[in-house]
């Protein structure tokens, strides 16, 4: 007899804009590390998309953080899911990892724009001791997608597409000294790496759209950083 089949069903969708959902589904003894993705679509559709796991090993559920594209194969399909729907889940793959003897010992930059943001919201549950300093990109603010995973005081956000008097700014150089999460409007991630050194010695992982990873990672080799604490994942 064959090994009998795995299923994960979808247990929640959980909207966070109007075209960004969390999708939530049985985990069903899943093993795999933080930083891993898979490859998730409908049951019996064979068009599949790579998500970054956003959920940590220590929950008894996995979840994915989805940006709706309207024209597009598989997330708005996704998007209308029910409790108990079935999906087709491939994996856990991928290389996006802290080396475990790296945890307790090593300085972290993490850079993400838009749901780039997804493998460092599993980092940060995962390992909660991890010293990491976190840059998110967005274009507004509703788009900090549940930072209140993070810590506060270790969160940069730069909001691109508001300007200063359009409400709360953070500090100007993104350590308020206080513990809040600094929010610069009108920034983009790249404006901040400009502006401040990153240790040479700082193991940095970056996420998002291919641009911001091209730039990024040239800023980061002109301020010293060496090629071999660069770590990249694309999405779009």
């Not at 998309?49 to 994915?64: A, G, H, Q, V, W």
């Not at 309207?70 to 994996?91: A, I, N, Q, T």
């Not at 090593?106 to 460092?120: C, D, K, N, Q």
Request: aromatic share 10%; net charge negative; glycine share 10%.
């Amino acid at each position: 007899m064959g090994a009998t089949e795995v299923a994960h069903r979808v247990q929640t969708v959980r909207d966070l804009t109007d075209n960004t959902f969390v999708l939530r589904f049985d985990r069903a003894g899943m093993q795999f590390r933080p930083g891993q993705h898979l490859d998730v679509g409908l049951k019996g559709d064979s068009a599949l998309r790579k998500y970054s796991i956003y959920s940590t090993p220590n929950d008894d559920f996995l979840e994915i953080l989805v940006r709706e594209v309207k024209k597009g194969r598989v997330s708005p399909l996704l998007r209308r899911l029910s409790p108990g729907d079935e999906l087709s889940v491939e994996g856990p793959s991928g290389f996006f990892l802290i080396p475990p003897e790296a945890i307790a010992e090593r300085e972290f930059l993490f850079v993400a724009t838009g749901t780039g943001i997804s493998p460092f919201h599993c980092f940060a549950g995962a390992y909660p001791g991890l010293r990491y300093r976190l840059l998110h990109g967005v274009r507004f603010r509703g788009e900090m997608y549940e930072h209140h995973a993070f810590h506060p005081g270790r969160v940069v956000s730069c909001v691109s597409r508001e300007v200063a008097g359009d409400g709360l700014k953070g500090a100007a150089d993104g350590d308020s000294g206080d513990g809040r999460e600094a929010i610069l409007l009108g920034e983009h991630v790249t404006d901040y790496l400009s502006r401040h050194e990153t240790p040479p010695e700082t193991l940095c992982y970056l996420c998002g759209n291919r641009d911001m990873i091209d730039d990024a990672s040239a800023i980061l080799k002109s301020q010293g950083v060496p090629p071999e604490n660069l770590f990249a994942e694309e999405y779009f």
